[in-house]
């Protein structure tokens, strides 16, 4: 079977992903890294909600033609689908995210960048978003090279693999490689997403600017995660040692 669902930082700008099977068979050639996978969820996530980016996506398409109201046609979506953008995808348009005048309102992120940097552990984009939507977001953020790779959803597949729905979560694992009782993090800004990671064992930070008891830690902004986790922050020695000249 061919999945066209993994890219990695070296190609992180092709338009063409690779394939699962070309990397080397298992998903992904870390092996032997036992650091921990740090899944990080991209829309509302890595970027605040008040961009209301998820609003202009439901209002830029024919759906709001339809006699039901956006929102509770997104309810209604997200009931039967598990997931607003699949029916979307399903009923009204093949590339809702692509219409988005995203560059003109994400812009670089240094405080996230930096922030990155200062974590010891794999770090894998995973979205519900297509590829180029999630590929223009990190870029726009400025930190499309400390992404090891993304698992996105694959909108020509039939009833493609998305959160909250556990085959997602499996297939991330999959294309990360990672290794049975490697420590998994997710941090999402769905509580439903969270939820399922708890159920499959990995820690969840629900990152939300509204009230939450979800997951094993809540933060308002993603700025904030190394306040949470702080035994994913480099060790000072390790930041210097990786600085040192030659
Ligand atoms: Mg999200």
Aim: some cysteine; overall charge negative.
């Amino acid at each position: 079977m061919t999945v066209t669902t993994i890219t990695t930082a070296t190609d992180i700008y092709d338009a063409v992903p690779v394939t699962t099977e070309a990397r080397n068979g298992s998903g992904n050639d870390s092996k032997g890294d036992q650091r921990p996978i740090l899944f990080l969820d991209i829309d509302n996530c890595l970027y605040s909600p008040d961009y209301n980016i998820h609003i202009m996506m439901s209002e830029s398409h024919d759906w709001r033609r339809q006699p039901r109201h956006t929102e509770e046609l997104c309810l209604h979506y997200y009931v039967e689908y598990g997931l607003a953008i699949r029916g979307l995808i399903k009923f009204h348009h093949k590339n809702v995210d692509l219409s988005l005048p995203l560059e003109d309102i994400l812009k670089d992120d240094p405080v996230l960048r930096d922030m990155l940097e200062r974590i010891d552990a794999r770090i894998w984009a995973f979205t519900n978003a297509n590829l180029p939507h999630a590929q223009r977001v990190l870029k726009c953020l400025g930190i499309s090279h400390l992404i090891e790779g993304i698992t996105y959803c694959n909108y020509s597949e039939v009833n493609f693999p998305c959160k909250p729905g556990k085959d997602a979560y499996l297939r991330a694992l999959e294309h990360s490689g990672a290794k049975p009782g490697q420590k998994c993090y997710l941090v999402d800004d769905s509580a439903k997403n969270i939820i399922v990671a708890r159920e499959m064992g990995w820690t969840g930070i629900h990152c939300t600017p509204t009230h939450s008891d979800v997951g094993n830690h809540q933060i308002g902004y993603i700025h904030d995660l190394l306040k949470v986790v702080p035994e994913l922050e480099k060790k000072r020695g390790e930041e210097e040692m990786e600085v040192r000249p030659e």
